[in-house]
């Protein structure tokens, strides 16, 4: 008679899921690009909006002193924007400006400061933010108007070399304490280079019940 065989219980080797476990770990920390200090805080007024701001923005920051900052992303785009505004303004940035000013965040620097403020280490491009009048918008001098125009074209011009969405959105962040005055002047700048439509950011409140 033969012997009745009982069935082992089944073992999981766990292996190679740790293995995964750490390769998956290691490639987010090789990847993730922490995002770049903001050069100015900006308490924003609070509305019941719930539309979420898109990618590919051109945004522009008004701070409660009515200083104009600037910001927009991609890293080609942000190159080609370089170049355009030192050719206008006569200005040759070396490969390491260049490279600076491709992973910065918002800027508020007048074309004369600009390049003394990409060739400076952090301590001294933060000493500068805390200095800055930001981007000049006078209609004397409204190097504001050239930032947003060429920022378009790079922008357009990314988009058509990487068959993406060309679709540029426009947006103004203000300061709940800034002066209308200057919200109303970039709001002007907007469309003096017929861009009539535009994001307002604001701060999520609550609904009303």
């Known amino acids: 008679m033969s012997k009745l065989k009982i069935p082992s219980s089944p073992v999981l080797d766990m292996t190679p899921m740790v293995d995964l476990a750490f390769l998956l770990v290691t490639f987010f920390m090789l990847t993730t690009k922490f995002r770049p200090d903001e050069p100015v805080t900006v308490d924003m007024p609070s509305s019941v909006s719930d539309k979420i ?10 701070d409660s002193a009515g200083r104009v900052f600037y910001n927009i992303e991609g890293q080609f785009t942000r190159r080609e924007l370089l170049a355009s505004l030192g050719s206008k303004y006569k200005i040759e940035f070396t490969e390491q400006e260049q490279q600076r000013f491709a992973v910065l965040s918002t800027i508020g620097m007048s074309m004369q400061n600009l390049k003394t403020y990409l060739g400076a280490d952090e301590a001294g491009r933060k000493a500068m933010n805390l200095k800055t009048a930001g981007i000049p ?14 920022g378009w074209r790079a922008a357009v011009n990314t988009a058509v070399k990487n068959n993406k969405e060309k679709d540029l959105r426009f947006a103004i ?24 439509r535009f994001n307002l950011i604001t701060t999520l409140e609550a609904k009303p019940q």
Do not use: C, H
């Not at 701001?53 to 008004?62: F, K």
């Not at 002066?179 to 009539?196: G, L, M, S």
């Open 53 to 62: 701001l898109p990618e590919n923005v051109l945004m522009i920051t008004v």
């Open 137 to 150: 918008i006078d209609s004397t001098n409204n190097q504001l108007a050239d930032w947003i125009v060429y």
């Open 173 to 196: 962040r203000g300061d709940g304490a800034a002066n209308y005055t200057t919200i109303k002047r970039v709001v002007e700048i907007f469309q003096e280079q017929d861009i009539n």
